[in-house]
């Protein structure tokens, strides 16, 4: 595993994890490019989270099993805030870094929470907690973003203002993000490109290219939920063949 500050983008090749006689990452292969927003869904136990600890290089045991090259500066969002409850809010997200008061002020008022710097995490809400969680890796400058399931355990109001707010934020910063999300609405709304984890291997690799067009817009996104229902397993099951040849077709619109 190497990482390289010059590198401008996500490499894995061949990325094989296995945990006692069970495989979880079977051969992955991944390019993210620089300002790319591409979120990962599968069902429960597919190796989302586990190719995310990967990238993170929280797995230390992955290191060998294939080639991962990464940007320089990374930062990990998690669905626990992880804040540290003795701490204030401003030196929770300067934890592990110094001299970037400033910086750390500025990023407080980017996730709005401007005037918040003294708080306790206790004070903070569920929302205002994972804002600061995404300030912490904001004031580290990330060239790589991963956010593992960062707002689901946020009420519906409360991750539809985290939605707006981190995709305004990644604009401006941009980053390349891997979102980690067992949300189909959430990956299509915010996403540039929706990979589909099966049986250890990528399944699918979904371009999310929503028209203008309101109507237009909702015509493609109900496509694209319908395609991921199906490419999950979720819900009722397609007449028998049915489901093989319109996804087959969708992916080969999607990869010619």
Known sequence: MTADVDFPAVQVRALVRTFTLKGVLDGIDL??????????????????????????????????????????????????????????????????????????????????????????????SGGEQQRVALARALVREPKLLLADEPFGALDALTRIQMHTLLRRLITVHAPAVLLVTHDIDEAILLADRVLVLENGRIAADLAIDLPENAIARHRRTTELRDLLHRLLGVGNEPADGQDDGDTARFLGGQNG
């Open 31 to 124: 390019d993210i490019a620089q300002g790319e927003f591409v979120a990962l869904l599968g069902r429960s136990g597919s190796g989302k989270s586990t190719l995310l600890r990967a990238l993170a290089e929280i797995d230390h045991e992955a290191a060998g099993t294939g080639e991962i090259r990464l940007p320089g500066r990374s930062a990990v969002i998690f669905q626990d805030a992880r804040l540290l409850p003795w701490m204030r809010i401003l030196d929770n997200v300067l934890l592990g870094i110094s001299g970037r008061r400033d910086r750390g002020i500025e990023a407080l008022a980017e996730v709005g929470l401007a005037g918040r710097e003294r708080a306790w995490p206790h004070e903070l």
